[in-house]
């Protein structure tokens, strides 16, 4: 972790920047999207493929992707089921208009 990271850790900022495809991943993820993993035989996410609230596939979502946000602490799955937006995504994630 770098000392720029390890400080935002302790003060609890959240002005993190994040990339035109992880804002847009997040807000279909904010209005009730997941993204489902697509496992390879020995357990590992091969794939991910993104469904936003009406059941439409997001084709930019990539792994590249979808690490960054798991990383970043914005996506979590619980129990085995697909990844959900978490509080910390919600926060990075820029409020728009049709936002529900």
């Not at 959240?14 to 991943?25: A, G, L, N, P, Y």
């Not at 697509?38 to 469904?51: D, Q």
């Not at 596939?57 to 798991?70: A, D, I, N, S, Y």
């Not at 990383?71 to 937006?85: K, L, M, N, T, V």
């Amino acid at each position: 972790m770098t000392l720029r990271g390890l400080f935002r850790l302790l003060i609890g900022t959240t002005d993190m920047d994040i990339s035109r495809q992880e804002q847009r991943v997040l807000h279909a993820l904010a209005q009730g999207g997941e993204i489902r993993p697509l496992r390879c035989p020995r357990g590992r996410i091969a794939a991910v493929e993104c469904v936003n609230r009406e059941g439409w596939l997001m084709p930019q979502v990539g792994l590249e992707l979808f690490r960054r946000l798991k990383r970043r602490r914005a996506i979590r799955s619980e129990a085995g089921r697909p990844y959900r937006i978490t509080r910390r995504g919600l926060e990075l994630v820029r409020s728009q208009p049709d936002n529900r």
